[in-house]
């Protein structure tokens, strides 16, 4: 029981780095240009390198984000587990997760088309939040991460930035 959840578990992330794989090479270019929109992503996100931004991405976080993943972006108690459902919980977005080890083509492919068609449960928000909104809340969200996890995450984005060129 517990090998096949593995292999279930294994398979999800396989299916996630795929579409990292896919994403990175039909739809990043050399400008930092993340399914058809350009991204710049700054070398660290804090409140004092962008107070607007990270102000906009935590309001808009608390609203669209907070009821599944915590107030700050803890997650939900026993997030590695799947639920009567067989769906994992809400995984934590504040470093202390997976999050952080997906590039951001990634991070917007999940925010944009939800987690629903690889058998989670987050909903889509292309149709709820804007390109800028969505980034808003990346702002924030990555933030919360100790500065050697946003680092490891940054150099994994130029790296698949990096690839697809």
């Given amino acids: 029981m517990r090998q096949s959840r593995l292999v279930q578990f294994f398979a999800v992330i396989s ?3 795929l579409l990292a794989l896919l994403s ?3 739809d990043e270019t050399s400008g930092g240009d993340v399914v058809g929109k350009s991204v710049n992503i700054p070398i660290e996100a804090t409140l004092k390198q962008d107070p607007v931004r990270y102000t906009k991405g935590l ?3 608390q609203q669209t984000c907070a009821a599944c993943h915590g107030a700050q972006g803890e997650g939900a108690t026993g ?4 639920d009567k459902d067989g769906k994992f919980l809400p995984p934590p977005l504040n470093g202390s997760g997976h999050t952080w080890h997906h590039p951001m083509a990634v991070l917007l492919d999940i ?4 987690t629903q068609r690889l058998g989670g449960n987050m909903p889509a928000w292309k149709e709820k939040l ?3 909104q969505i980034l ?6 990555t933030s ?3 500065r050697e996890i946003y680092q490891a995450w940054y150099n994994n984005h130029l790296a698949v930035q990096q690839n697809s060129q």
């Avoid at 997030?79 to 799947?82: D, E, I, T, V």
């Fill in 15 to 17: 299916g996630i780095l």
């Fill in 24 to 26: 990175a090479c039909s």
């Fill in 59 to 61: 309001k808009l976080y």
């Fill in 79 to 82: 997030w590695q587990l799947r």
């Fill in 111 to 114: 925010i944009n088309n939800g």
């Fill in 130 to 132: 804007t390109h800028e």
């Fill in 136 to 141: 808003d809340i990346l702002f924030w969200i």
């Fill in 144 to 146: 919360q991460w100790d």
